[in-house]
T-cell receptor, first 115, second 113 residues
Framework: DTAVSQTPKYLVTQMGNDKSIKCEQN?????MYWYKQDSKKFLKIMFS???????INETVPNRFSPKSPDKAHLNLHINSLELGDSAVYFC??????????????FGPGTRLTVL | DQQVKQNSPSLSVQEGRISILNCDYT??????FLWYKKYPAEGPTFLIS?????DKNEDGRFTVFLNKSAKHLSLHIVPSQPGDSAVYFC????????????FGRGTSLIVHP
C-alpha cells in the first residue's frame, strides 16, 4: 500500500545511455513532481505536472523528458546521460486544490550513478 | 543563490534533551514554511508547517518558531528520542499559484541513547 513508489531504486549506467525512472502514486493526487537531490544535498524541483499537463519546467536540459500517461503516473526519461546527472531523483505528489495543498508526499528515491 | 539556508549540516543531542534545528531564508516573499524529515533510503516526509501569520506552531514534541523580522525559523524537538535521528529539511514557499517549496540542504540530527 505504498503511497508513492519509484522504480528502480538504484540505477547504474554508462555515459551516453538513455534510461527511464517510473513513478506511481495511489493517493489520488492531481499534481506530481520530480526533484533532483545533487551531491550538495539540495532538493531542487525539476518538473511539476497537474492532471497530466506540464506546469513547471525548471531550467532542466531537454535531455530530460517527463511523461505522464495518466494522473497517477509521472515517468522521467533521460537521454544521453552525463556524469553530472548522477544524483538521487525523487518523485512526489501533492493534493493541490484541497485544504492541504502544501504537503508533498515523496517516493523513496532513485539513486542514479552515471559512469 | 541559496534562498533557504540550513547552516548546520549536523547536530548531535542526548536522548531526552531538546534538539533545535535552525533555518534562515532570504526571500521576503516566502510566507509558508515546512519541515520535512528524511530517513536513509527513504523519501522526505512532512513533519510540521507554519504560516507567516503565526509565530509558533506545535504538534506533540515538535514546535516550529518563526521570526519574520529576522527571516529565521527553528524546529524544536522535546524530548528528543533516538528515533528522531534523521535529516531534517527546511522548506519555504511564496504566494502565487505554485505550491512548490524551496528546500534547504538539510541538517542531520543524531540523538544518542
Amino acid at each position: 500500500d505504498t503511497a508513492v513508489s519509484q522504480t528502480p531504486k538504484y540505477l547504474v549506467t554508462q555515459m551516453g545511455n538513455d534510461k527511464s525512472i517510473k513513478c506511481e502514486q495511489n493517493l489520488g493526487h492531481d499534481t506530481m513532481y520530480w526533484y533532483k537531490q545533487d551531491s550538495k544535498k539540495f532538493l531542487k524541483i525539476m518538473f511539476s505536472y497537474n492532471n497530466k499537463e506540464l506546469i513547471i519546467n525548471e531550467t532542466v536540459p531537454n535531455r530530460f523528458s517527463p511523461k505522464s500517461p495518466d494522473k497517477a503516473h509521472l515517468n522521467l526519461h533521460i537521454n544521453s546521460l552525463e556524469l553530472g546527472d548522477s544524483a538521487v531523483y525523487f518523485c512526489a505528489s501533492s493534493p493541490v486544490g484541497t485544504s492541504d495543498p502544501d504537503t508533498q508526499y515523496f517516493g523513496p528515491g532513485t539513486r542514479l550513478t552515471v559512469l | 543563490d541559496q534562498q533557504v539556508k540550513q547552516n548546520s549540516p549536523s547536530l548531535s543531542v542526548q536522548e531526552g534533551r531538546i534538539s533545535i534545528l535552525n533555518c534562515d531564508y532570504t526571500n521576503s516573499m516566502f510566507d509558508y514554511f515546512l519541515w520535512y524529515k528524511k530517513y536513509p533510503a527513504e523519501g522526505p516526509t512532512f513533519l510540521i508547517s507554519i504560516s507567516s501569520i503565526k509565530d509558533k506552531n506545535e504538534d506533540g514534541r515538535f514546535t516550529v518558531f518563526l521570526n519574520k523580522s529576522a527571516k529565521h525559523l527553528s524546529l524544536h524537538i522535546v524530548p528528543s528520542q533516538p528515533g528522531d535521528s534523521a535529516v531534517y529539511f527546511c522548506a519555504a514557499r511564496g504566494t502565487g499559484g505554485s505550491y512548490i517549496p524551496t528546500f534547504g540542504r538539510g541538517t542531520s540530527l543524531i540523538v544518542h541513547p
